[in-house]
C-alpha cells in the first residue's frame, strides 16, 4: 500500500483533479491524438509554436489519474520550451519512469519527479508516457492517431 500511496502523491493528485492547460488553442501549428488501449487512456495535444519554441499548449483528454497528471505536468514543464529542449526532457522522463535510479541520483526534472514511483508499476508506465509520446507526434508532424502499441 505504501507503494501506491507513493504513486498517487499530492502533486499528482492535485494535477488530476485541477489538469492545467485544458484551454481549446486558437489556431494551434500542430495536433496530434493518442491513445493508451491498455488503460484506455486518449489524450489530444495541441501545439502552437513560434519561432522553434512551445509558445502555448493544450494537452486534454479522458484517462486515468496517472495518464491526466502526467499530461497536465508535460504541458506545464514544456512551455516555453524550444521543441529540441521537449524532445530531451521526454528523453529523461522516459528514463525516470524506466529505469531504477540509486538515492541521490536525481536527474533534476522538478515537479515531473513526482512521477517517478510509476516505474515500479510496469503497466502505468504507458499512463505517464502517453502524453509525451503525443506530444512528439504532433512536433514531428505525425498524422492521426498514435498509440502505445
Ligand atoms: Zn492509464
Not at 513560434?50 to 499530461?71: L, N, Q, Y
Not at 522516459?94 to 522538478?110: C, F, Y
Request: charged share 30%.
Amino acid at each position: 500500500m505504501n507503494d501506491l500511496l507513493e504513486l498517487y502523491q499530492e502533486l499528482i493528485l492535485d494535477h488530476n483533479r485541477r489538469p492545467r492547460n485544458q484551454a481549446e488553442l486558437d489556431r494551434p501549428d500542430r495536433t496530434a491524438d493518442g491513445y493508451n488501449p491498455l488503460c484506455g487512456d486518449r489524450v489530444r495535444v495541441e501545439v502552437r509554436l513560434a519561432g522553434g519554441v512551445i509558445d502555448d499548449i493544450r494537452c486534454a483528454g479522458t484517462g486515468c489519474a496517472i495518464s491526466t497528471a502526467s499530461g497536465s505536468l508535460m504541458s506545464e514543464a514544456v512551455k516555453g520550451k524550444t521543441v529540441d529542449e521537449a524532445h530531451a526532457l521526454f528523453d529523461r522522463f522516459r528514463r525516470l519512469v524506466t529505469e531504477e535510479q540509486g538515492e541521490g541520483d536525481s536527474p533534476g526534472l522538478g515537479k515531473l519527479e513526482a512521477l517517478a514511483g510509476v516505474r515500479r508499476f510496469p503497466g502505468r508506465v504507458k499512463c505517464a508516457t502517453l502524453a509525451w509520446h503525443t506530444l512528439n507526434a504532433a512536433l514531428d508532424k505525425h498524422d492521426g492517431e498514435i498509440t502505445t502499441e
